[in-house]
């Protein structure tokens, strides 16, 4: 299988024709401008320049650039670049400045506290400031000349915050006010530790997973990075505070990276095992395989992806695990990109309990994609949206011309199939949408999975920022805002405007969790367009009381302008409320950047539990089975509600149910409803602040004595 990944990475990764594979055109460039005629060399020139800086060869990039820009000035291009061409030169110039600015500050002088994250901290400022100054220099002239370049507009504030010249030093017209950032409730700010635990693992945009691999009660930590040359990263938790690597002890230097990757027990044996997504965004250049790592429960891992029948050759990065027939094994449901030259179904591996998968798409109705009907499929996620015991999947598709689909799960049919119909228009789902990382969660509590989708689209071919400025400015944009679906009971109703979401919420990773331990789950999105003048920030929101959402970016310490992939909550130190795992660095071999960990402030604020259910008749992992919690606050009752999953389409949490309970005085009952046989657990003897462990048909549930970590 690691043979196959190499070679499958050489021939379709690793070529001039993919955009992503920055050295490999910036060679080829070179090559070509130097045996074509004089008068095409400057256009070679210009395209590797930028190759270059999608290289990180930025100095080398700044060389060729101020070359060109100095031929610009004096008219020398005229005959050997079109007008279009020769307008890219001083704005790519100027992003390179910013670029080295950055290297040579936020990385090679790395401050998890301040660097890149906006509005910047006098920790943050740069020290070495030759970057920041020429960039400046060029955007001004830029605007000057075009004061609508709303893109060199949001570098220019950049530039002068990482200076620390930021609001003064800005011109009045090309200020973005500082009200901008202002956030609407006074969140604690978390602190990004990951330098300290040593998980600052400095990559390129990967997927996460924050879970317990080894059964000690310690949650562990693996990150992937997405080229097919870089290997998966695994973290395991020591205890006292650290974390130890044995990515090369444990199997999996040769499994190569992937975009996304997702966690469950697929064999029962009590350890969770890995599936890895790859060749996302490249089409018909996409077709890599995925691999499934079996946890061997000693640290170590087995690349079982053809044994397990699960070899495929589709561009992805999301999948999702859910038992879709209830018989007790974990399904899986992968969600491929389509285009009209490059057709690739989606699939539906049912479990045959032996070790082995069935792709049972076509017999179900999921394959999403034919000849006649295509979608590029962005993100997908499971949950029993309507109660009825079985396991619904919402797909998230790209275009903006596509509507995103709902499968009913319609069970097993008289001849012993399982169906699922496509109900997303009759039940109010029907709009047309471009759309990105999603999921199922009860925000408001009511005990209906609701649905929470992302938008993709921007305004046109301009770079996200664009748009992000208008809506700073409070003007009018056109990017796609985010959909907040409230279940009905049945059917849904776009909320969006209703809780404060109806804004843009362009990200690639997300997910969901609890900030402050009120019960409620809040939203983090992580921004990762490939551009580099897309240095946006990561945004979060908080959930106020199931009733609206308040961006708490900038009072949370938040909002990191470095490129975000997936995220995980995870109570990663053991206190009882989560903390936040976030994939950095961006799409172009470049483009890295270190991964976070926010730790939580909140543990003494509210009150909370944690428990690990374990199903015997359900999954291992107990995916999809459903926790109610009644708890008495302020003397009134209140009910909490909890599916085990990793949570969004772009990063695993832990499937721990790690659940705030407010202001609760006590916990009065745990109703448990376990996924597959829907069979029902009540407990009147769970206690605050505490773990558990609770097997399926235990009537009594295990107290876990997990001391906090000293983080």
């Known amino acids: 299988m690691a043979e196959l990944i190499k070679k499958t990475g050489e021939e379709q990764f690793f ?76 704005p790519l110039l100027a992003l390179s400045y ?75 017209e090309w200020l973005i006010p500082e009200s901008a950032f202002q956030s609407e409730y006074p969140l604690k700010k978390f602190d990004d530790i990951a330098p300290k635990l040593g998980l600052n693992v400095n990559e390129l945009s990967g997927g996460g997973i924050v879970d317990d691999f080894n059964n000690d009660n310690l949650l562990d930590v693996m990150v992937s990075s997405w080229f097919p040359n870089q290997h998966l990263r695994y973290f395991v938790n020591n205890g006292d505070g650290s974390f130890t690597e044995k990515s090369e002890t444990a199997g999996i230097m040769e499994t190569g990276g992937g975009l996304n990757m997702i966690q469950a027990d697929y064999n029962n044996d009590g350890f969770l095992d890995v599936f890895i997504l790859r060749g996302a965004w490249m089409g018909a250049m996409g077709e890599h395989p995925n691999s499934l790592l079996r946890n061997n429960g000693d640290n170590t891992f087995t690349d079982v992806t053809i044994e397990a029948g699960l070899l495929s050759f589709n561009p992805t990065q999301t999948a999702t695990w859910a038992d879709f027939n209830n018989d007790g ?17 989606c699939e539906l591996y049912i479990n045959n309990g032996d070790g082995t998968f069935s792709n049972k798409a076509l017999d179900a109705g999921v394959s999403v994609s034919d000849a006649q009907q295509f979608y590029y499929v962005k993100g ?25 689909l709902l499968f009913l799960n319609n069970g097993i049919d008289k001849t012993g199939n399982l169906t699922f119909s496509e109900v997303g228009e009759s039940v109010g789902l029907g709009e047309k949408i471009s759309s990105f990382p999603t999921w ?46 409230k279940n009905n009971g049945g059917t849904f109703t776009d909320v969006s405007a209703e809780v404060g979401l109806n804004r843009i919420g362009y990200a690639m990773g997300a997910n969901f969790g609890d900030l402050d331990n009120d019960g409620y789950v809040d939203i983090f999105l992580s921004t990762g367009e490939v551009s580099f003048q897309s240095t946006i920030p990561n945004k979060v929101f908080r959930n106020n009381l199931g009733d609206t959402f308040q961006d708490v970016t900038t009072t949370g310490g938040f909002g990191n302008i470095q490129k975000g992939h997936a995220v995980s909550f995870s109570d990663i130190d053991n206190d009882g409320d989560q903390d936040i795992h976030v994939v950095m660095g961006g799409a172009m071999e470049g483009d890295v950047f270190f991964n976070s960990v926010y730790k939580n402030p909140y543990q ?81 003897n769970i206690h605050l602040n505490s773990f558990y462990k609770i097997l399926e048909g235990n009537p009594q549930p295990q107290v876990v004595d997990i001391k906090p970590l000293n983080i």
């Not at 094994?329 to 490059?342: A, R």
């Not at 499971?382 to 619904?392: C, E, K, L, Q």
Request: hydrophobic residues 35%; aromatic residues 10%.
């Open 15 to 90: 070529a001039h024709k993919n955009f992503y594979a920055a050295s490999a055109r910036a060679a080829y460039f070179d090559s070509i401008s130097k045996v074509v005629p004089e008068n095409q060399k400057d256009g070679f020139n210009l395209k590797k320049a930028e190759s270059l800086l999608y290289a990180g060869k930025t100095k080398e990039a700044i060389k060729v650039l101020e070359t060109l820009l100095e031929k610009s000035n004096h008219g020398l291009l005229r005959y050997t670049l079109d007008s279009e061409e020769e307008s890219k030169i001083a």
């Open 98 to 172: 910013m670029r080295m600015g950055e290297q040579e500050n936020c990385i090679h002088h790395h401050d998890a506290s301040a660097s890149c994250i906006v509005p910047i901290a006098p920790n943050g400022y740069h020290h070495m400031q030759d970057g920041s100054r020429k960039a400046i220099a060029l955007y001004e002239k830029i605007l000057s000349e075009n004061s609508h370049d709303l893109v060199s507009r949001w570098l220019l504030n950049i530039a002068y915050m990482t200076l620390g010249e930021y609001p003064s030093g800005v011109r009045k």
């Open 329 to 345: 094994w974990i399904d899986l449901f992968i969600g491929n990109e389509s285009e009209k030259e490059s057709i690739h179904p």
């Open 380 to 404: 997908v996620t499971s949950g029993d949206f309507n109660n009825d015991g079985w396991m619904d999947i919402y797909v998230s598709t790209l275009h903006a011309t596509d509507k995103n």
């Open 440 to 485: 199922f969660f009860d925000y408001n509590n009511d005990g209906l999975l609701d649905i929470f989708v992302a938008g993709y689209d921007r305004n046109g071919f301009f770079p996200i920022a664009s748009d992000i400025v208008h809506e700073y400015l409070k003007e009018p944009y056109n990017a796609e805002n985010m959909r907040l679906y």
């Open 604 to 684: 003494d604020d509210n009150k909370w539990v944690s428990i690990r259910l374990e199903g015997t008749k359900a999954n291992r992992s107990a995916i999809g089975s459903k926790l109610e919690v009644t708890i008495l606050e302020n003397g009134k009752q209140r009910n909490i509600y909890h599916t085990i999953s990793s949570g969004g389409s772009f990063g695993c949490s832990t499937l721990r149910a790690e659940i705030g309970l407010g202001k609760a005085s006590e916990i009065t009952q745990l109703k448990i409803t376990w996924a597959g046989s829907g069979a029902q657990q009540v407990f009147k």
